[in-house]
């Protein structure tokens, strides 16, 4: 068989993939849920739960072995080689968003880390300076100023928004596995780098378990305060006050918390989100504005590439 034809096969099973949850989603739509960010809700959550169940049964075990068998050097090798492929993607994405400084950055990544880092393995480019960045058209698309739409959870890619779906269907073209040629090695390395990245994710369960009365809600929330940030490089804009309806004396001026993203020790693919203890007026602070009630600490996890783990490589710890 005619490996272009299998390559273009193997891309339309994706976009069909896609279209299937979109049109599941907009008939799901007539039942809406009253969130204006879940309008769908009754169908997400359903998916949800189909790609839970998947992941504990198939998903998760597969990368639990793979975490026992590998030392974690090999792993951090793994990690790298696809990190490296990653960065030709996240340059194209820089470019389009104009921010040629990072595309060149990306580019010298990954001239430096083919030639000097083994094709990658090694990520030299880092220890010299050169930082890691994370972008995919999902984020193009939204530095245009695309609106992103309604929240969507797909089939097997997980959580997504009707942009970060459309986005999707360029990111399979633009992914340079996707490409290659061989079939049998361009699955091996699709599925080693999906178990990859979902051991990488290991750590996560535990926190999202303890943290999540209701972890459909939880990870729906992280996911898009994670994907905000990353459109606008960790700088937001405000987003809508909210506070006024949870003012329970006289109106006062709501008050402001900075909040900062740390990352996780001893995990690449955690963000814990927390305040720096600054407050300042809603009138002159360009932080996200947090609720008096809801001032306890909030932790929320940045699932790296939980939107797309087949396609994408794992990300870094910045979206520049």
């Known amino acids: 068989m005619d490996d272009n034809f299998v390559n273009k096969w193997f891309a339309g099973q994706r976009r069909g993939m896609l279209v299937l949850a979109l049109a599941a989603g907009m008939l799901a739509g007539c039942a809406t849920s009253g969130n204006p960010r879940d309008p769908i809700e009754g169908f997400n959550r359903a998916m949800f739960d ?56 990306d580019v010298s990544r990954v001239a430096v880390n083919t030639t000097f880092g083994l094709l990658g393995v090694i990520d030299v480019a880092s220890d010299l300076g050169l930082e890691k960045h994370e972008e995919d ?56 780098r999906a178990i990859d990245n979902r051991a990488g994710l290991l750590s996560a369960d535990k926190i999202v378990e303890e943290a999540a009365l209701d972890r459909y809600s939880y990870m729906r929330d992280a996911y898009l305060q994670r994907r905000r940030s990353l459109i606008y490089d960790g700088d937001p804009p405000r987003e809508k006050d909210y506070s006024a309806d949870f003012q329970f004396g006289a109106a006062t001026e709501p008050a402001v918390i900075r909040m900062r993203l740390e990352p996780v020790i001893g995990s690449a693919n955690l963000v814990v989100e927390r305040y720096d203890g600054e407050e300042s007026s ?5 932080s996200v504005l947090i609720p008096e009630p809801l001032r306890p600490a909030l932790v929320t996890m940045a699932w790296a590439n939980a939107a797309n783990p087949l396609l994408l490589p794992a990300a870094g710890q910045h979206g520049h």
Do not use: C, M
């Open 282 to 286: 809603a009138a002159t602070a360009p």
């Open 50 to 105: 189909i790609n839970d169940g998947l992941d504990k049964a198939i998903v998760r075990p597969i990368a639990q072995g793979y975490e026992a068998a590998l030392p974690a050097p090999v792993r951090k090798g793994v990690t790298n080689f696809f990190a490296n492929i990653g960065d030709v993607f996240i340059a194209i994405n820089n470019l389009l968003q104009g921010k040629v400084p990072e595309a060149l950055s």
């Open 137 to 192: 058209f999902g984020q193009t698309f939204g530095r245009w100023g695309v609106e992103d739409g309604p929240y969507l959870v797909l089939p097997l890619f997980g959580p997504s928004t009707l942009r970060d779906a459309v986005g999707l269907v360029a990111d399979t073209h633009a992914d340079p596995v996707v490409w290659v040629d061989d079939v049998p090695s361009r699955n091996l390395l699709l599925a080693t």
